[in-house]
């Protein structure tokens, strides 16, 4: 198993910037790489970026690409969400995953941070 906790979101003005960060915990040798996914109001939970463990490879969704950077420090087992320009439309509550080597699925998952972004 692997446990997940997110810290780091808050209430920012529009154009601001925030960090959120995900600490790992437990059989974090098995992960293969980690998500930031988003669930704003009314709306799925979507995928944001996502980092490979080892080699640190990124992705990011159309609507952060330029803005947000993820980034992970395998040393303490933690991944960052690093969130500049933030607009109204990124308010969700921000979920951190994980997922084991050749896993289409995440299969862990932390509780929640919420993010506000007023305009």
């Known amino acids: 198993q692997v446990q997940l906790v997110e810290s780091g979101g808050g209430l920012v003005q529009a154009g601001g910037s925030l960090r959120l960060s995900c600490a790992a915990s437990?059989?974090?040798?098995?992960?293969?790489?980690m998500g930031w996914f988003r669930r704003a109001p009314g709306k799925e939970r979507v995928l944001v970026a996502r980092i490979t463990w080892s080699r640190g490879y990124t992705y990011y969704a159309d609507s952060v690409k330029g803005r947000f950077t993820i980034s992970r420090d395998n040393a303490n087992n933690t991944v960052y969400l690093h969130m500049n320009s933030l607009k109204p439309e990124d308010t969700a509550v921000y979920y951190c995953?994980?997922?084991?080597?050749?896993?289409?699925?995440?299969?862990?998952w932390g509780q929640g941070t919420q993010v506000t972004v007023s305009s």
């Open positions: 995953a994980a997922r084991r080597e050749l896993r289409v699925d995440y299969d862990y």
């Open positions: 437990g059989r974090t040798f098995s992960i293969g790489d």
